[in-house]
């Protein structure tokens, strides 16, 4: 199958261990497409947001949610490669509980359902920009060639998804980044940005927005199924693509895909590294261009408005690169949610739901949210509010099985990994607490 070409090449370069460039380079990819859950519309929506009311006051949640976010994905992406399963799979396999099974995965399928809200809406609201294409038709279309993508990956492999993807990546960067050039940021205000503190409750419901949108509980799951997919060993003559997959351990895995897998978890490191880098800069790039250009600008407090105010202020051109930006993010981020989304359910309910069936559900929401005129800006920020109120489902089991010997094995984690796992479930448990206080409270 494509999807085993990867490992099978990677299996005739191993030599005494040294990793050279171009080895390593063959090895990556897994992250950026799990990256780009990173540069999704709700990001834009948030970090664009944040920028436009509060300045460069959040700069430091964009820099510490980067920081965490690359400990998470590779850690994801780490149980994906030594267990050759995904974490849907892990859990789906330890919680004997049906109930509880079906409980926890009400609760990943509701999170990758507003996952697909941020990421449909983004992509409709970037071709009404650019086309002037309704909105509703907009949504339609972005979950259309969502379907597409989600085909390449089911029909060709892993490796000509991911090129897609990285694809689309690229024009994200350019797009996103392109106003810091022409509008730059002050650097003072960026250095105040990095203490942490809030003004209100505004900016804690942002904060835990912003989060939301950088540490994306589908892109935990997805990571690991993506490594999985990517380094899978080479299918026995005789077995099916739709034969269920057999389960090896620790050097039995690393036997049939002819790569050690510490030579993998090293190139992972890189591909995790590169993938956070570019999320990182580029998010960070939103909020220095609303905080440099959009502060106290009226109206900069939704898409329409910040792309209007853009245009206005830093020219047509800085604006229609912004507006192509959130398109690829639309288009790129929805495939991997649905690639989530359908991991999700047959890792945890051990059922698969055809691709096409699937895709047309979780478009539902979005599409009626389109449809009833709802404010897509506000739509966005709320939906990276669900998805930061996930992060603790997917995150703290994440940090428990891969410290755990039984799992991992002799690549389990260190002492120092573990606690900064820790340290991250408590920072976003507590944040998502404050949240709701002030939620319930009126604050």
Same mark, same amino acid.
């Given at each position: 199958?494509?999807?085993?070409?990867?490992?099978?090449?990677?299996?005739?370069?191993?030599?005494?261990?040294?990793?050279?460039?171009?080895?390593?380079?063959?090895?990556?990819?897994?992250?950026?497409?799990?990256?780009?859950?990173?540069?999704?519309?709700?990001?834009?929506?948030?970090?664009?947001?944040?920028?436009?009311?509060?300045?460069?006051?959040?700069?430091?949640?964009?820099?510490?949610?980067?920081?965490?976010?690359?400990?998470?994905?590779?850690?994801?992406?780490?149980?994906?490669?030594?267990?050759?399963?995904?974490?849907?799979?892990?859990?789906?396999?330890?919680?004997?509980?049906?109930?509880?099974?079906?409980?926890?995965?009400?609760?990943?399928?509701?999170?990758?359902?507003?996952?697909?809200?941020?990421?449909?809406?983004?992509?409709?609201?970037?071709?009404?920009?650019?086309?002037?294409?309704?909105?509703?038709?907009?949504?339609?279309?972005?979950?259309?060639?969502?379907?597409?993508?989600?085909?390449?990956?089911?029909?060709?492999?892993?490796?000509?998804?991911?090129?897609?993807?990285?694809?689309?990546?690229?024009?994200?960067?350019?797009?996103?980044?392109?106003?810091?050039?022409?509008?730059?940021?002050?650097?003072?205000?960026?250095?105040?940005?990095?203490?942490?503190?809030?003004?209100?409750?505004?900016?804690?419901?942002?904060?835990?927005?912003?989060?939301?949108?950088?540490?994306?509980?589908?892109?935990?799951?997805?990571?690991?199924?993506?490594?999985?997919?990517?380094?899978?060993?080479?299918?026995?003559?005789?077995?099916?693509?739709?034969?269920?997959?057999?389960?090896?351990?620790?050097?039995?895995?690393?036997?049939?895909?002819?790569?050690?897998?510490?030579?993998?978890?090293?190139?992972?490191?890189?591909?995790?590294?590169?993938?956070?880098?570019?999320?990182?800069?580029?998010?960070?790039?939103?909020?220095?261009?609303?905080?440099?250009?959009?502060?106290?600008?009226?109206?900069?407090?939704?898409?329409?408005?910040?792309?209007?105010?853009?245009?206005?202020?830093? /020219?047509?051109?800085? !604006?229609?690169? +912004?507006? $192509?930006? *959130?398109? &690829?993010?639309? #288009?790129?981020?929805?495939?991997? @949610? %649905?690639?989530?989304?359908?991991?999700?359910?047959?890792?945890?309910?051990?059922?698969?739901?055809?691709?096409?069936?699937?895709?047309?559900?979780?478009?539902?929401?979005?599409?009626?949210?389109?449809?009833?005129?709802?404010?897509?800006?506000?739509?966005?920020?709320?939906?990276?509010?669900?998805?930061?109120?996930?992060?603790?489902?997917?995150?703290?089991?994440?940090?428990?099985?891969?410290?755990?010997?039984?799992?991992?094995?002799?690549?389990?984690?260190?002492?120092?990994?573990?606690? /900064?796992?820790?340290? !991250?479930?408590? +920072?976003? $448990?507590? *944040?998502? &607490?404050?949240? #709701?206080?002030?939620?319930?409270? @009126? %604050?």
């Amino acid at each position: 199958m494509p999807k085993n070409s990867t490992a099978q090449q990677g299996a005739t370069h191993e030599a005494s261990g040294a990793v050279s460039t171009p080895k390593v380079a063959w090895l990556i990819g897994p992250a950026l497409v799990a990256g780009v859950a990173y540069l999704d519309p709700g990001n834009v929506a948030s970090n664009m947001t944040a920028g436009a009311q509060y300045g460069y006051l959040l700069v430091w949640v964009v820099v510490i949610g980067n920081v965490m976010a690359w400990l998470i994905q590779y850690l994801s992406a780490k149980l994906g490669i030594v267990t050759g399963e995904s974490l849907p799979e892990v859990l789906g396999r330890r919680l004997r509980n049906r109930w509880a099974r079906r409980a926890y995965w009400l609760q990943a399928e509701l999170v990758a359902m507003a996952t697909d809200v941020a990421e449909v809406i983004g992509g409709a609201v970037a071709l009404n920009l650019l086309f002037g294409i309704p909105l509703l038709w907009g949504g339609v279309i972005t979950g259309v060639v969502s379907i597409g993508l989600l085909l390449v990956q089911s029909k060709r492999g892993a490796r000509p998804f991911e090129n897609a993807v990285i694809a689309l990546m690229v024009i994200i960067a350019v797009g996103f980044t392109a106003g810091v050039f022409v509008g730059p940021p002050d650097p003072a205000g960026i250095v105040a940005g990095l203490v942490p503190r809030f003004e209100d409750a505004g900016s804690v419901l942002l904060a835990a927005s912003i989060l939301g949108a950088t540490i994306m509980p589908h892109a935990i799951y997805a990571h690991s199924a993506l490594s999985r997919d990517r380094f899978a060993p080479p299918r026995a003559a005789g077995d099916t693509a739709t034969a269920a997959p057999t389960r090896h351990a620790g050097d039995e895995l690393a036997a049939l895909r002819g790569v050690g897998t510490a030579r993998l978890l090293r190139a992972t490191r890189w591909d995790v590294s590169i993938a956070m880098i570019i999320a990182g800069t580029v998010n960070l790039c939103i909020l220095l261009l609303a905080a440099a250009n959009l502060a106290g600008v009226p109206g900069t407090d939704s898409l329409e408005g910040a792309y209007a105010a853009l245009r206005d202020g830093l /020219g047509p051109l800085v !604006a229609t690169l +912004f507006a $192509v930006g *959130l398109l &690829a993010s639309g #288009l790129a981020s929805t495939s991997v @949610g %649905a690639y989530a989304g359908a991991e999700i359910m047959s890792g945890l309910l051990r059922a698969r739901v055809p691709l096409l069936v699937r895709r047309l559900v979780t478009l539902i929401p979005a599409l009626l949210i389109l449809g009833a005129g709802f404010d897509p800006t506000f739509a966005l920020v709320l939906s990276q509010v669900v998805l930061s109120f996930g992060i603790p489902f997917a995150l703290i089991p994440l940090v428990v099985l891969t410290a755990q010997q039984r799992t991992l094995g002799e690549y389990r984690n260190r002492p120092i990994t573990t606690i /900064g796992g820790i340290i !991250a479930s408590v +920072f976003l $448990v507590t *944040l998502n &607490a404050v949240l #709701l206080f002030l939620v319930f409270t @009126g %604050a």
